[in-house]
């Protein structure tokens, strides 16, 4: 059967949608790396022996697992098809939580787990990102992105009560396992013969369309702007609780239902601004929104109120909302189909730096000092973001990659064919192999 894409096949367009919400909802509302492993230190400091500091090693695997299998992806969607990869990594995901459900005891194989969950959502949401950019709707992106918000608003109360009912740990892991079992069954059937794009004219190899990509400048300030992006939302959620409790006098447990009304918000911006974006462009109203949380977080600095740092709260989250999606849009789908593949893999896997980076300096600026440093830091990080999104811009991108794009050319192709001022280089030999 002749593999199908999304222009050609618009029947399963819903489908793809539908597995896509699915998955992301289900990747961030089950597994939150810090909602996850953080409410998870407490009964796995009892179960191994070991101390908070070595149980929070298991994050740094998750996370480097993450970053593993967002750069492999496109090299794996290119070789083995958007199928398969979907069906493989989802059973590494599956592996991963069934190895910590049965409560390994030893903790080097508890890592071992978490590590395959990282692979596995890493992949899970790179390969999402990757056929939604296909689809270049403005809007989609925005709603598709807020199963992730929704998810981190309901992952504290599932954990919660699972540690209020004295619910083993190890059960957090079959729910995933479950849920694993259903995506393999459903993308075997939603993903079967389909193609991002008309790979019968894409004979480049990878090497060849990273030669395209890495000279470009754009692609540097989309990375950047990305990376800013997860700086400031990390720093910003895995700071704001202690901040509270520490500065603002909130204790016994309402820092942390503070934190759950910022997801809320996020939530509500991506379901509410996804179309006012599209409408005003993505580069103009994310730009506006950093100066908004700007002056909103100086706000939080000095209001003292339960009720002022709630809404204050609300807000800030509202309009980091659609800053995920805009950004990540900003990024991929200025490019041809041929080349947004590995475009999305390049973003997603590095930014994600930016993650690590930015909520462990503000720790170690904070024991160096205090933590009354969180909103001047979060304002610096949110403002100086807004400049490098200031450089950004979505153009409408050529359908297809052409073999000329690729050879030596007389002339420099032009930002609305791939996204860059891009010189090429001397013919590139496609025969090449990566």
């Not at 222009?7 to 998955?23: L, P």
């Not at 990594?89 to 590590?115: N, Q, S």
């Not at 992952?155 to 540690?163: K, N, T």
């Not at 003292?304 to 740092?309: D, F, L, R, T, V």
């Amino acid at each position: 059967m002749t593999a199908m894409t999304i222009d050609e096949d618009k029947g399963k367009r819903w489908s793809i949608i539908a597995i896509v919400r699915k998955r992301k909802f289900f990747c961030c509302s089950v597994t939150d790396s810090v909602d996850l492993f953080g409410s998870l230190i407490e009964p796995l400091e009892e179960w191994y022996g070991y101390s908070e500091r070595v149980i929070s090693l298991a994050f740094l695997f998750f996370v480097a697992g993450s970053i593993t299998s967002s750069y492999l992806s496109s090299i794996c969607i290119q070789k083995i098809g958007v199928q398969y990869f979907i069906m493989s990594m989802t059973v590494l995901y599956c592996t991963g939580a069934l190895i910590d459900a049965f409560r390994p005891p030893v903790f080097p194989a508890y890592v071992f787990g978490v590590y395959l969950l990282g692979v596995g959502t890493g992949s899970m949401q790179t390969s999402a990102t990757v056929v939604l950019s296909h689809f270049e709707d403005g809007p989609l992106m925005s709603l598709i992105y807020a199963n992730m918000a929704l998810g981190s608003v309901l992952s504290p109360f599932v954990i919660g009560a699972f540690l209020q009912h004295d619910i083993d740990w190890r059960h957090n892991f079959w729910i995933i396992v479950g849920f694993s079992v259903l995506l393999i069954f459903f993308s075997w059937f939603v993903f079967r013969d389909f193609e991002t794009h008309d790979t019968s004219k894409d004979d480049y190899t990878f090497r060849e369309k990273l030669a395209v990509l890495l000279p470009s400048g754009k692609l540097w300030v989309g990375l950047l702007a990305e990376t800013g992006l997860l700086v400031c939302m990390d720093s910003t959620t895995q700071w704001l609780a202690p901040y509270l409790n520490a500065h603002k006098g909130l204790s016994n447990g309402l820092p942390q239902y503070v934190l759950t009304s910022l997801w809320g918000g996020i939530l509500l911006g991506r379901l509410s601004l996804a179309h006012v974006s599209a409408k005003i462009g993505k580069r103009r109203s994310s730009f506006g929104m950093y100066i908004i949380i700007c002056a909103l977080m100086a706000g939080l600095w000095k209001v003292e109120g339960i009720a002022g740092i709630v809404v204050l709260t609300l807000l800030i989250g509202f309009f980091f909302g659609p800053l995920m999606p805009n950004t990540l849009s900003s990024a991929t789908e200025c490019w041809p189909r041929e080349l947004r593949n590995a475009a999305t893999s390049i973003v997603m896997a590095t930014s994600l730096f930016g993650s690590l980076l930015g909520p462990f300096c503000l720790s170690q600026a904070a024991d160096a000092t205090t933590l009354a440093i969180y909103p001047p830091v979060i304002i610096v990080e949110c403002f100086i973001t807004a400049i490098i999104v200031s450089f950004t811009y979505i153009t409408k991108p050529k359908k297809t990659l052409e073999k000329g794009d690729l050879e030596e050319s007389p002339r420099s192709l032009t930002s609305t064919e791939i996204g860059t001022e891009f010189n090429p280089s001397p013919k590139l030999k496609t025969s090449a192999a990566i």
